[in-house]
C-alpha cells in the first residue's frame, strides 16, 4: 500500500492501538506474535498477520521512533524453555502519532500537519 | 536497545529431537529456510536478529496452537500461510535493508544486476538475428525477382524486409550512445516488418517493447548521470 506522506498506514494504527490496549491492560511490553494475535482477537485483523508484513511494519515504527525495542533476557527465555523475545514498547512519540494518526518529522519530531485520523 | 541474540542461541533447533517435543511441522521448516534465503548475505545483526524473532514467533505459535487445542495440521497451515502472504514485504525489506548498506554489493543487487544484463543481451540479439534475417531474406526475393521467377510485387515485400532489416540492426548499435534514436529504429523496424511477416509481431513487439525499456532506463540513467555531473 502506498503511503500518503506522513500519514500512518492502516496496518500501523492497527499496531499502535493493539499496543496501547495491551499497555491498558497491564502489558507494557509485547513481542510479534502476541500482536498478531491480540489483533486477531480484537478483529483488528482476520487473521495473523504474515511474518513478513508485521516485522517489516514492527521495523518501520521502530525506524521511526513510535515503538523502541529491547531483547528480553536469555536466561528468563531459557528458564521457561523458548526462544528469547524481542519485545517492543510505545514510545512517547507513537502515542502522540497515534492520536494523531501521523508520522513525526524526522528533523524536529513534531508530527507533520494533515487530518487527524478518526 | 540491548544486544540481540545470536542464530545460535535462539536454542529451538536444540530442543528438536528431544523425546517430550512434537515433531517439526514442514511449514515451519519452510518458514526458516525462506528466513535464512532472504537474509541470506546480510550484515549483523539485522540477519541474526530477523532469524531470532521468526523463531520466537514460531515458537510462539505452535505453543499458542497446541494450548487453544487447535489441529496441528490448521496450525501449519497457518504458518505457511504467514510466510507466503509476507514474502513480499520480507524481499521488500531486505531490498530497503541492501541499499541502506552496501548498493551493488549484497547477492539480491547483484542478482537483480545479472537479470537485467541478462535480459538486455537477449533483447539486442534477438533483434539484431532478427535484423540479419530480414536483411538475408530481402535481398534472396530481390534477387530471385532478377531471375525473373517471381511475381513483380515481389520486389516491394524484399525492399520492405532489407529497410526493416537494416533498423533492427542499427538500432541496438546506435542504442547506446543515443537511446531514443535506437528506441525509434526498433520500433520503426518491429512495424515495418509487420506489414511483411504479421505473424512475426507475436515474437518483435514483445522483444521490441523490452528493448524500448532498455533503451528508456539507460535514457534516464545517463540523464541523471549527466546532473550529477553538472552539479
Known sequence: MRRKPGQL?????????????????????????????????SERARQLTAHGTLYKALARLEGAGLLASRWEDPTIALDEGRPPRRLYTVTGAGERAHAAGRLPDRSTGRLRPGTAAT | MNAGPSVR???????????????????????RSWTRLYT??????????????LESDLYEHLAYGRSAGEDPADTSFEVLLRVLLGAPADLSWRWEISRGIRPGSLLLGRMTAMVKRALLVLGVGATVLLGVYFIVNGVGIATEMGRGDGDGSMVVW?????????????????????????AGLIVAGTLTIGVTHVWLLVL???VGIAL??????????IARRNATATA
Open chain 2, 204 to 206: 518483435n513487439v514483445p
Open chain 2, 212 to 221: 524500448i525499456a532498455a533503451a528508456i532506463v539507460r535514457s534516464r540513467a
Open chain 2, 40 to 53: 541470506s548475505g546480510l550484515a549483523e545483526p539485522q540477519r541474526s536478529w530477523r532469524l531470532a524473532e
Open chain 1, 9 to 41: 498506514l492502516p496496518l500501523e494504527l492497527d499496531i499502535l492501538e493493539t499496543a496501547l490496549d495491551l499497555r491498558r491492560g497491564g502489558d507494557d511490553e509485547f513481542h510479534g506474535f502476541g500482536l498478531a494475535a491480540s489483533m486477531r482477537a
Open chain 2, 158 to 182: 524484399g525492399v520492405i524486409e532489407v529497410v526493416a532489416g537494416v533498423m533492427l540492426v542499427a538500432g541496438p548499435a546506435v542504442a547506446s550512445r543515443r537511446p531514443r534514436i535506437g
Open chain 2, 9 to 31: 542461541d535462539t536454542g529451538i533447533e536444540d530442543r528438536e529431537g528431544q523425546p517430550d517435543q512434537p515433531p517439526t511441522p514442514w511449514s515451519v521448516a519452510a518458514a
